[in-house]
T-cell receptor, first 112, second 119 residues
Framework: GENVEQHPSTLSVQEGDSAVIKCTYS??????FPWYKQELGKGPQLIID?????GEKKDQRIAVTLNKTAKHFSLHITETQPEDSAVYFC???????????FGAGTTVTVRA | NAGVMQNPRHLVRRRGQEARLRCSPM?????VYWYRQLPEEGLKFMVY????????ESGMPKERFSAEFPKEGPSILRIQQVVRGDSAAYFC?????????????????FGSGTRLTVV
């Protein structure tokens, strides 16, 4: 099965509202959890990451939380704007410190 | 400082032809990773290379696919005798560090990808 599961697959929010995307992982040895944003026709861009020694990290309107016991981590986007519309991927290392397993992605649409 | 450069951006091949995808890592990076993204799916690891050395090709299909990263020039992902199922976006990423230091600690820098369409 998949090493990283991501939910929901699609998310539509009103501009100004918050968006939350959740991921679970299976490899308890994973210690690094990045989030990527992919706009149409472009490559994934790292937007925020978190390491296993912290439970939360924030960067302006974006935050990530990590629960190592439950093996899940979440992306929170506050005060969403139309430019936040994109596909978001979570990822975690699998069986190495260089190979990432990606979630299936969440298509976020921010309605004006 | 240019990022990871991939070319071509779009590639159309007929079934049975060969596809060559090129990736030039960021300046100073000597480690290259190839990932494949099928429509509506996340990225799947294919291969990890250093200069003149394949480190991990566990994600590569056993047949028709090969990769190299020569001493000089870009990394090449080669797909022989392409089939419709090879249609996907192929992304390259690079990093500067030896994996013993935990390369993912630095995060990947991805290129813009090559979108292969097999007709």
């Amino acid at each position: 099965g998949e090493n990283v599961e991501q939910h929901p697959s699609t998310l539509s929010v009103q501009e100004g509202d918050s968006a939350v995307i959740k991921c679970t992982y299976s490899d308890s040895a994973s210690n690094y959890f990045p989030w990527y944003k992919q706009e149409l026709g472009k490559g994934p861009q790292l937007i925020i990451d978190i390491r296993s020694n912290v439970g939360e990290k924030k960067d302006q309107r974006i935050a990530v939380t990590l629960n190592k016991t439950a093996k899940h981590f979440s992306l929170h986007i506050t005060e969403t704007q139309p430019e936040d519309s994109a596909v978001y991927f979570c990822a975690a290392p699998v069986a190495s410190d260089y190979k990432l397993s990606f979630g299936a992605g969440t298509t976020v649409t921010v309605r004006a | 400082n240019a990022g990871v450069m991939q070319n071509p951006r779009h590639l159309v091949r007929r079934r049975g032809q060969e596809a060559r995808l090129r990736c030039s890592p960021m300046k100073g990076h000597s480690h290259v990773y190839w990932y494949r993204q099928l429509p509506e799916e996340g990225l799947k690891f294919m291969v990890y290379l250093q200069k003149e050395n394949i480190i991990d090709e566990s994600g590569m299909p056993k047949e028709r696919f090969s990769a190299e990263f020569p001493k000089e020039g870009p990394s090449i992902l080669r797909i022989q005798q392409v089939v419709r199922g090879d249609s996907a976006a192929y992304f390259c990423a690079s990093s500067p560090q030896d994996p013993g230091q935990g390369v993912v600690t630095y995060g990947y820098t991805f290129g813009s990808g090559t979108r292969l369409t097999v007709v």
